[in-house]
């Protein structure tokens, strides 16, 4: 007998709702899920796997569970004076938000962001039983501080999500939004920087703004400029009481002592790791001049992926783009279809097969 996920005691606020999942397919060039296309440098790798080799000598123990070297390491990496007791990680940002969630929303509790924005928000926040509301941006998809800040000061939420640039649009955001939404909430205001090593340099990252403001947390991860989505480490940066407060909520030992040491030594080679980023951020403004030549709408992005418009039937573009070997994301916008910038082949691949489609222009 087959037993059917209804046929279980579900939560009911789980009932009905969908899990997070983009299409998967063994196609030759694979644009969807904003993958760092290329591959960790052979240098930084075999240090990595040297590495993780000396690590493995102590498997047999529990890993540091407050793992201090890591967290060292991010506090350098970000700058601006952070120090260790400033900074959480877990395995991907997601479980870096999760604990966010676990510690500041819950039942009776509110999420919030501005639609569209990242999926995984609203199913994190019903995760922990909270509800999520969202917001709307203005045109092409931006925000301005004082509109932000009067839906924000509507809902009152408990946990405030900015996206910084967003996705899967690709807006940059002003810090002035952020200051903005800060003051107009009692809660917990969180900005996801992602994707903001691929934004203009000397764009202002809202780490400067941690100062003064404790409910503020600005989180980033190492699977887009790292190129290291298949390691599974994100990061978080605070106050040290906002840090204490996901400690009540991780799980023993979370972070696996090989996830330590893989990640520790890539921060080492941080230098050469972000050189990657230029050459992405190449291929990202190609396609959008590209796109724009082919007479679709791209907008403007501070990340590695361009959301473009003009599309009149975005499932069957989606699927003539698959037939042709590329896949690319239909992130649910009518008219609209995202593509995340690869490598130069890659990217040359993609737009050949988009104008094999007929030009708009």
Known sequence: MNVRLDDLPLRDDLRGQT?????QAPLPVALNVNENTHPVPADVADDIVDAIAHAL???NRYPDREFAELRAGFADYLGQGLTADQIWAGNGSNEVLQHVLQAFAGPGRVGFGFAPTYSMYPLLTRGTGAEWVAGSRGSRFTLDPREAAEQVREVAPDVAFLCAPNNPTGTPLDLEVIEAVYDATDGIVIVDEAYHEFSPHGTPSAVTLLPGRERLAVSRTMSKAFAFAGARVGYLAADPAFIDALRLVRLPYHLSALTQAAASAALRHSAEMLRMV???????????ATLEALGYEPYESGSNFVLFGGVEDPAAVWRALYDRGVLIRDVGIPGHLRVTAGTEDETTAFLDALASLGSRA
């Open 57 to 59: 000598r102590d498997v």
């Open 19 to 23: 899990p997070y999942g983009a299409p």
């Open 278 to 288: 230029d050459e992405i951020v190449v291929q990202r403004d190609r396609i959008s």
